[in-house]
């Protein structure tokens, strides 16, 4: 499970309208009739049209600044190990989305009226998307790049040759194209991969819309603060701040796994993929603590990110090797997060 909270922003100001957004998320509708298109969902409501999303989240934000964000995206990017564990993505997952919204509230260190934040007073948009496209920072898309390369240029000499404007045989440089497209690395159904082609296998991941202001567009929700608890004077009184991402992140996953009657692995854990971040010696060493079977079902998981798990097998005592083997580690791993194409 990966998770990303993030402000819109178009180049440096930030969003004044959810609605660039909005019909991004609506880009799976295009080709679709009526009866087949996918619709946003709340905590308690269904099939919720595009325009009532842009109506209510630009309409609530009262006394924000146009240097405030108005609006923060949520995405929630399960794994296919995750995936196969459900047995209807568009059920399962709206159920789990109403799940991770209770433990978004419990996460702020806030209170309104005198109690809680709790879910009721979050203003959200949720919808499901089953797709992903392939992207530049994807390692199908770099390896392929040379060999793309040589075949754009080669059809633009042939576009030349055709215009008369290069000596040249089209029929020699379509067979080169060919060849080109066969000599790649990266196929998909044997077709080369581009580039904005559709991903293979179970993608299904939710794009999350929430108001930076509560429902009633009182009072302020930030899950960007870089408090994760503490309390302020304000107009003589303390006031309570902050937002706790850690324990966000770690309680999405609880909810999942509670849900679906899922056994995490430690390397799926969010605790240990910081621990990888923050300290990837102490993250092995807890790889190599595992159970057996436990640390078996670890490094299959480690290998589809590519990483040669043979490293990690080497003895404590050879430190040059280790290190290489955690080095390698992380920057496997940390680019497969970047790319949204983990399998941990």
């Not at 269904?46 to 995206?73: G, H, M, Q």
């Amino acid at each position: 499970m990966y998770i990303t909270i993030t402000p819109q922003k178009l180049g440096a100001s930030y969003s004044q309208s959810v609605a660039d957004f909005v019909a991004y998320l609506e880009k799976e509708n295009e080709d679709r009739s009526l009866e087949d298109m996918d619709h946003f969902f709340n905590q308690y409501d269904e099939e919720i049209s595009n325009t009532e999303v842009v109506r209510e989240i630009d309409k609530n934000t009262a006394k924000l600044k146009k240097t405030e964000p108005k609006f923060y995206s949520i995405t929630v990017n399960p794994s296919a190990h995750e995936l196969k564990r459900l047995q209807n993505h568009s059920d399962e997952l709206k159920q789990y989305t109403r799940a991770l919204m209770v433990e978004y509230a419990k996460a702020f260190n806030r209170e309104i009226e005198g109690r809680p934040v709790t879910v009721d007073d979050i203003k959200y948009y949720a919808k499901i998307e089953y797709q992903r496209t392939y992207k530049g920072t994807d390692k199908a898309i770099q390896e392929n790049a040379p060999y793309q390369g040589k075949i754009l240029r080669l059809k633009n000499e042939i576009q030349q040759i055709k215009n008369g404007k290069l000596q040249g045989n089209v029929a020699a440089k379509e067979k080169q194209i060919k060849q080109l497209e066969k000599d790649a690395p990266h196929k998909l159904n044997g077709k080369m991969i581009k580039q904005g082609m559709p991903k293979e296998g179970a993608q299904s991941h939710i794009h999350i819309i929430v108001s930076r202001k509560d429902v009633s567009n009182t009072y302020s929700l930030s899950p960007g603060s870089k408090y994760k608890a503490s309390e302020v004077a304000m107009h003589g009184n303390m006031v309570k701040r902050g937002f706790n991402r850690d324990q966000f992140f770690s309680a999405s996953e609880r909810s999942f796994d509670r849900l679906f009657g899922y056994k995490r692995n430690y390397v799926e854990t969010y605790n240990a993929r910081k621990t990888l971040i923050s300290n990837p010696k102490a993250y092995y060493a807890s790889i190599m603590g595992l159970p057996t079977n436990q640390r078996a079902i670890a490094f299959k998981f480690i290998s589809k990110t590519g990483i040669n798990t043979t490293l990690m097998n080497i003895p404590t005592n050879k430190v040059q090797l280790v290190l290489k083997a955690i080095k390698q580690l992380k920057r496997g791993i940390v680019k497969a997060i970047e790319s949204s194409s983990i399998g941990i």
